[in-house]
Nanobody, 123 residues
Framework: QLQLEESGGGLVQPGGSLTLSCAVS??????MGWYRQAPGKERELVAR???????DYQDSIRGRFTISRDNAKNTVYLQMNNLRPEDTAVYYC???????????????????WGPGTQVTVSS
């Protein structure tokens, strides 16, 4: 049974940093992704990392966010630097395809979702 547990969110001022974690169980720990859903918007895939460490980022976060993984711990991370108010969202992890474009997704295409972790960027 797929279980995803996100953590590490919080309230931070613009320009600040946060590191999110996602503990994964119940599936083969292969390609993983971080998604976010801002108020009133659809959920979108913003970062992806394959089993071998190849990464992809949406333009809006490239250069500021870094996705990484610890295969021994079945955990994926998202280091977020230079945060902006428009990064405010609930952040989720899940299992995207290893190829293809990032962007908006249909949440019904996934087996399940974790509770997410709220990130709020505000002064």
């Amino acid at each position: 049974q797929l279980q995803l547990e996100e953590s590490g969110g919080g309230l931070v001022q613009p320009g600040g940093s946060l590191t999110l974690s996602c503990a994964v169980s119940g599936i083969r720990f292969e390609t993983m992704g971080w998604y976010r859903q801002a108020p009133g918007k659809e959920r979108e895939l913003v970062a992806r990392i394959t089993l071998t460490g190849t990464t992809d980022y949406q333009d809006s976060i490239r250069g500021r966010f870094t996705i990484s993984r610890d295969n021994a711990k079945n955990t994926v991370y998202l280091q977020m630097n230079n945060l902006r108010p428009e990064d405010t969202a609930v952040y989720y992890c899940n299992t995207p395809p290893s190829r293809g474009s990032l962007g908006f997704v249909d949440v019904r295409d996934f087996l399940s979702w974790g509770p997410g972790t709220q990130v709020t960027v505000s002064s």
